[in-house]
């Protein structure tokens, strides 16, 4: 018997050491939950203030939830369990048990954008698309997702894929109503999206000859920003500063 609670008393101590040691000393940064494992995206709630929630998406093990800032997560099965995830955007005017069409868009690597209006709690009130390859017909990954805030082009959901260039929904993302959004050679390789406080949309891609194509439009109109000189350069994130005039660009 005092084997079993000695067996118990060190399984305890393990355990509360692997959690303490999870935060290091002195880090500024306050670690959260999900800590096994690769996070490959995360979506803050646009009502974040008030209703707490954040979605996290993993490589390999799908879509996470949690309604209280991270303390605990819900694995959320409207969502294969072994997606990696590589984009999570929301309609802006989005809040915890929103319904039609306040969503929630999720992106995955095997080239499906999910869209849900009940915070991916039932698999009837999501719906999927599977972008492919015009010529080949196959999946082409998914890399990011935008929903513009005002302007004309409004709670459209832009999708930039690896392959298949950018598409838009006016439905939100509830359809097969995806329309193309760019015939540029440059996007056909979409790395990043980004909105602006005024409404324009940004997108980052690569060009044939490996270069990179910075490029500000609203949704089928484009116009080349560069910058120039980074050739074998691959876009990584797109932001736009409050401000409406910084916008910060990083590769690898």
């Known amino acids: 018997m005092s084997v079993r609670r000695g067996v118990l ?24 939950g999900l800590l096994a494992g690769n996070v490959t995206a995360v979506g803050v709630s646009p009502a974040y203030n008030s209703d707490t929630t954040l979605y996290a998406g993993l490589a390999g093990s799908g879509l996470w939830r949690s309604y209280d ?18 984009a999570i955007a929301f309609d802006p005017r989005y809040a915890k048990g929103a319904s039609y069409p306040y969503g929630v868009y999720v ?56 392959g298949g260039g950018i598409y838009y929904s006016y439905t939100y993302g509830w359809g097969p109503g995806y329309n193309a959004a760019s015939s540029i ?21 690569v060009y044939t000859d490996g270069g990179p194509v910075f ?18 350069k691959t876009p990584t994130a797109l932001a736009i500063a409050a401000n409406n005039t910084d916008v910060f660009l990083t590769v690898f």
């Open 9 to 32: 008393v060190f399984l305890v101590v393990a355990v509360f050491a692997m959690a303490v040691s999870a935060q290091i000393p002195g880090e500024a940064w306050v670690r959260i």
């Open 69 to 86: 800032r991270g303390t605990t997560w819900a694995h959320l099965s409207s969502v294969p369990d072994t997606a990696t995830i590589t």
């Open 107 to 162: 992106a995955t690597n095997s080239g499906y954008v999910y869209a849900s209006f009940d915070d991916f709690t039932t698999v009837n009130s999501s719906y999927m698309h599977q972008f492919v390859n015009q010529s080949s017909g196959l999946p082409v990954p998914v890399t990011s997702l935008a929903v513009p805030t005002t302007g004309s082009w409004q709670y459209f959901l832009f999708v930039g894929t690896r």
């Open 185 to 205: 050679a440059g996007l056909n390789d979409t790395r990043a999206l980004a909105t602006g406080p005024s409404g324009q949309l940004l997108a980052a891609g």
């Open 215 to 232: 490029s500000y439009g609203g949704g089928t109109t484009w116009t080349y920003k560069g910058p120039a000189g980074m050739v074998n």
